[in-house]
Protein backbone atom coordinates (compact mmCIF):
# COMPACT_ATOMS: atom_id res chain seq x y z
CA UNK A 1 0.00 0.00 0.00
CA UNK A 2 1.19 3.54 -1.11
CA UNK A 3 1.53 6.21 1.59
CA UNK A 4 0.84 9.58 2.35
CA UNK A 5 2.34 11.82 -0.30
CA UNK A 6 3.60 15.12 -0.40
CA UNK A 7 4.76 17.59 -2.94
CA UNK A 8 6.13 19.24 -3.17
CA UNK A 9 9.31 18.57 -0.96
CA UNK A 10 10.84 21.78 -0.99
CA UNK A 11 9.78 25.37 -1.53
CA UNK A 12 11.30 28.91 -1.31
CA UNK A 13 9.04 31.90 -1.66
CA UNK A 14 9.46 35.35 -0.58
CA UNK A 15 6.74 37.53 1.47
CA UNK A 16 3.63 38.70 0.47
CA UNK A 17 3.39 35.63 -2.25
CA UNK A 18 1.17 32.54 -1.83
CA UNK A 19 1.97 28.79 -1.97
CA UNK A 20 -0.26 25.63 -2.24
CA UNK A 21 0.56 22.06 -0.95
CA UNK A 22 -0.57 19.05 -2.06
CA UNK A 23 -1.35 15.22 -0.31
CA UNK A 24 -2.59 12.32 -1.22
CA UNK A 25 -3.55 10.12 1.62
CA UNK A 26 -3.20 6.30 1.70
CA UNK A 27 -5.61 5.13 -0.36
CA UNK A 28 -8.92 4.20 1.53
CA UNK A 29 -8.23 6.65 4.44
CA UNK A 30 -11.26 9.42 3.98
CA UNK A 31 -9.57 12.06 6.95
CA UNK A 32 -6.50 14.32 5.92
CA UNK A 33 -4.82 15.97 8.77
CA UNK A 34 -2.33 19.09 8.30
CA UNK A 35 0.50 19.88 10.46
CA UNK A 36 3.10 23.11 10.98
CA UNK A 37 6.02 21.87 12.90
CA UNK A 38 8.89 24.38 13.90
CA UNK A 39 11.64 23.89 16.50
CA UNK A 40 10.51 26.17 18.50
CA UNK A 41 6.68 25.14 18.54
CA UNK A 42 6.94 21.33 17.84
CA UNK A 43 3.93 20.04 15.92
CA UNK A 44 1.28 22.46 15.40
CA UNK A 45 -2.33 21.28 14.42
CA UNK A 46 -3.25 23.24 11.31
CA UNK A 47 -7.15 21.51 10.16
CA UNK A 48 -8.12 18.13 9.00
CA UNK A 49 -10.99 17.06 6.69
CA UNK A 50 -13.12 14.14 6.51
CA UNK A 51 -15.24 13.65 3.35
CA UNK A 52 -14.21 16.94 1.54
CA UNK A 53 -15.57 18.99 4.55
CA UNK A 54 -13.16 20.55 7.20
CA UNK A 55 -14.02 18.91 10.59
CA UNK A 56 -11.60 20.48 12.74
CA UNK A 57 -9.23 23.35 12.78
CA UNK A 58 -6.11 24.89 14.95
CA UNK A 59 -5.10 28.39 16.15
CA UNK A 60 -4.26 29.57 12.70
CA UNK A 61 -4.79 32.80 11.03
CA UNK A 62 -7.09 32.50 7.64
CA UNK A 63 -4.31 32.90 5.35
CA UNK A 64 -4.08 29.31 5.65
CA UNK A 65 -6.76 27.33 4.16
CA UNK A 66 -7.19 24.06 2.33
CA UNK A 67 -9.65 21.72 0.87
CA UNK A 68 -10.24 17.82 -0.23
CA UNK A 69 -11.12 16.49 -3.58
CA UNK A 70 -13.60 13.73 -3.60
CA UNK A 71 -10.70 11.45 -4.04
CA UNK A 72 -9.71 12.54 -0.31
CA UNK A 73 -6.29 14.05 -2.13
CA UNK A 74 -5.84 17.67 -0.06
CA UNK A 75 -4.80 20.66 -0.60
CA UNK A 76 -3.20 23.66 1.40
CA UNK A 77 -3.09 27.40 0.83
CA UNK A 78 -0.97 29.86 2.22
CA UNK A 79 -1.55 33.52 1.40
CA UNK A 80 0.28 36.68 2.12
CA UNK A 81 3.44 34.45 3.04
CA UNK A 82 5.04 35.62 6.29
CA UNK A 83 8.92 35.24 7.29
CA UNK A 84 7.08 33.18 10.45
CA UNK A 85 5.39 30.86 8.17
CA UNK A 86 8.59 29.02 7.19
CA UNK A 87 8.37 25.43 8.77
CA UNK A 88 7.74 21.99 7.72
CA UNK A 89 4.50 21.39 6.53
CA UNK A 90 3.60 17.94 7.26
CA UNK A 91 -0.14 16.00 6.54
CA UNK A 92 -1.20 12.99 7.83
CA UNK A 93 -4.03 10.62 7.06
CA UNK A 94 -6.27 8.12 8.93
CA UNK A 95 -8.99 4.99 8.30
CA UNK A 96 -11.61 7.16 10.82
CA UNK A 97 -12.07 6.00 14.46
CA UNK A 98 -10.83 4.15 15.81
CA UNK A 99 -8.17 3.78 13.64
CA UNK A 100 -8.71 7.41 13.07
CA UNK A 101 -6.27 8.95 16.03
CA UNK A 102 -3.57 7.14 14.20
CA UNK A 103 -1.75 9.27 12.07
CA UNK A 104 0.34 7.95 8.56
CA UNK A 105 2.29 10.90 7.81
CA UNK A 106 3.89 12.71 4.60
CA UNK A 107 7.39 12.90 3.63
CA UNK A 108 6.55 16.87 4.34
CA UNK A 109 6.85 19.87 2.34
CA UNK A 110 9.71 22.29 3.68
CA UNK A 111 8.68 26.00 3.29
CA UNK A 112 10.93 28.66 3.27
CA UNK A 113 9.98 31.89 2.54
CA UNK A 114 12.80 34.86 2.41
CA UNK B 1 -6.06 24.18 26.50
CA UNK B 2 -4.95 20.98 26.45
CA UNK B 3 -1.31 20.31 26.86
CA UNK B 4 1.37 18.02 26.38
CA UNK B 5 4.92 17.78 28.39
CA UNK B 6 8.12 16.05 27.50
CA UNK B 7 11.79 16.66 28.70
CA UNK B 8 13.33 18.19 25.61
CA UNK B 9 16.84 16.37 26.61
CA UNK B 10 18.76 15.16 24.79
CA UNK B 11 18.70 12.26 26.97
CA UNK B 12 21.91 10.21 26.18
CA UNK B 13 21.78 6.34 26.94
CA UNK B 14 24.79 3.70 25.78
CA UNK B 15 23.97 1.21 23.82
CA UNK B 16 22.26 -1.58 25.27
CA UNK B 17 20.79 0.33 28.19
CA UNK B 18 17.23 1.09 28.74
CA UNK B 19 16.26 4.66 27.42
CA UNK B 20 12.70 5.90 29.41
CA UNK B 21 10.85 8.75 27.85
CA UNK B 22 8.28 10.67 30.21
CA UNK B 23 5.46 12.74 28.98
CA UNK B 24 2.29 14.39 31.66
CA UNK B 25 -0.49 15.62 29.88
CA UNK B 26 -3.46 17.98 31.25
CA UNK B 27 -6.47 17.09 30.54
CA UNK B 28 -8.20 14.43 32.59
CA UNK B 29 -10.62 12.95 30.32
CA UNK B 30 -7.55 12.08 27.59
CA UNK B 31 -8.24 8.75 26.23
CA UNK B 32 -5.57 7.76 23.31
CA UNK B 33 -1.88 7.89 24.01
CA UNK B 34 0.51 7.40 20.86
CA UNK B 35 4.97 7.82 20.73
CA UNK B 36 5.88 8.82 17.43
CA UNK B 37 9.52 8.58 16.41
CA UNK B 38 10.71 11.10 14.52
CA UNK B 39 14.38 10.95 12.72
CA UNK B 40 16.42 14.29 11.98
CA UNK B 41 15.04 15.32 8.60
CA UNK B 42 12.34 13.03 8.37
CA UNK B 43 8.18 12.82 9.03
CA UNK B 44 7.03 11.26 12.46
CA UNK B 45 6.65 7.38 12.50
CA UNK B 46 3.96 5.93 14.86
CA UNK B 47 5.76 3.29 16.85
CA UNK B 48 3.49 2.53 20.03
CA UNK B 49 0.00 3.32 20.78
CA UNK B 50 -1.85 2.51 24.49
CA UNK B 51 -5.48 3.13 25.73
CA UNK B 52 -5.53 1.66 29.31
CA UNK B 53 -3.38 1.45 32.29
CA UNK B 54 -0.66 -0.43 32.66
CA UNK B 55 2.34 -1.61 30.13
CA UNK B 56 1.78 -2.65 26.59
CA UNK B 57 4.75 -4.33 25.40
CA UNK B 58 5.95 -4.69 21.27
CA UNK B 59 9.40 -5.99 20.67
CA UNK B 60 11.95 -3.83 22.48
CA UNK B 61 9.60 -1.12 23.04
CA UNK B 62 7.01 -0.86 26.63
CA UNK B 63 4.48 2.25 27.15
CA UNK B 64 3.57 2.72 30.32
CA UNK B 65 0.17 4.69 31.30
CA UNK B 66 -0.87 5.81 34.60
CA UNK B 67 -4.30 7.87 33.71
CA UNK B 68 -4.51 9.14 37.63
CA UNK B 69 -1.27 10.73 37.24
CA UNK B 70 -1.59 11.86 33.85
CA UNK B 71 1.14 9.99 32.84
CA UNK B 72 2.94 7.82 30.31
CA UNK B 73 5.93 6.60 28.96
CA UNK B 74 7.61 5.03 26.89
CA UNK B 75 10.70 2.49 27.59
CA UNK B 76 13.17 1.35 25.34
CA UNK B 77 15.23 -2.06 26.06
CA UNK B 78 18.69 -2.80 24.99
CA UNK B 79 19.03 0.65 22.99
CA UNK B 80 20.95 0.82 19.94
CA UNK B 81 22.14 3.91 17.91
CA UNK B 82 19.26 3.66 15.40
CA UNK B 83 16.89 4.93 18.05
CA UNK B 84 18.29 7.73 18.01
CA UNK B 85 15.80 10.01 17.25
CA UNK B 86 12.98 12.87 18.67
CA UNK B 87 10.25 10.78 20.34
CA UNK B 88 6.74 12.64 20.21
CA UNK B 89 4.50 11.91 23.02
CA UNK B 90 0.71 12.30 21.33
CA UNK B 91 -2.74 12.41 22.95
CA UNK B 92 -6.55 12.56 22.39
CA UNK B 93 -9.16 13.44 24.65
CA UNK B 94 -12.49 11.71 24.43
CA UNK B 95 -15.55 13.46 23.01
CA UNK B 96 -15.10 12.73 18.95
CA UNK B 97 -12.29 15.73 17.53
CA UNK B 98 -9.89 12.47 17.39
CA UNK B 99 -7.07 15.29 17.17
CA UNK B 100 -4.03 14.47 19.14
CA UNK B 101 -2.33 17.25 21.17
CA UNK B 102 1.03 16.61 20.21
CA UNK B 103 4.70 17.33 23.08
CA UNK B 104 7.32 19.16 21.46
CA UNK B 105 9.55 15.78 21.88
CA UNK B 106 12.56 14.19 23.77
CA UNK B 107 15.74 13.78 21.85
CA UNK B 108 17.01 10.56 22.17
CA UNK B 109 20.82 9.61 21.47
CA UNK B 110 21.65 6.10 21.68
CA UNK B 111 25.97 6.20 22.02
CA UNK B 112 28.07 3.39 21.19
Known amino acids: KAGVTQTPRYLIKTRGQQVTLSCSPI?????VSWYQQTPGQGLQFLFE???????NKGNFPGRFSGRQFSNSRSEMNVSTLELGDSALYLC?????????????FGSGTQLSVL | QKEVEQNSGPLSVPEGAIASLNCTYS??????FFWYRQYSGKSPELIMS????GDKEDGRFTAQLNKASQYVSLLIRDSQPSDSATYLCAVTASGGSYIPTFGRGTSLIVHP
Open chain 1, 27 to 31: SGHRS
Open chain 1, 92 to 104: ASSGGPPAGEKLF
Open chain 2, 27 to 32: DRVSQS
Open chain 2, 50 to 53: IYSN
Open chain 1, 49 to 55: YFSETQR
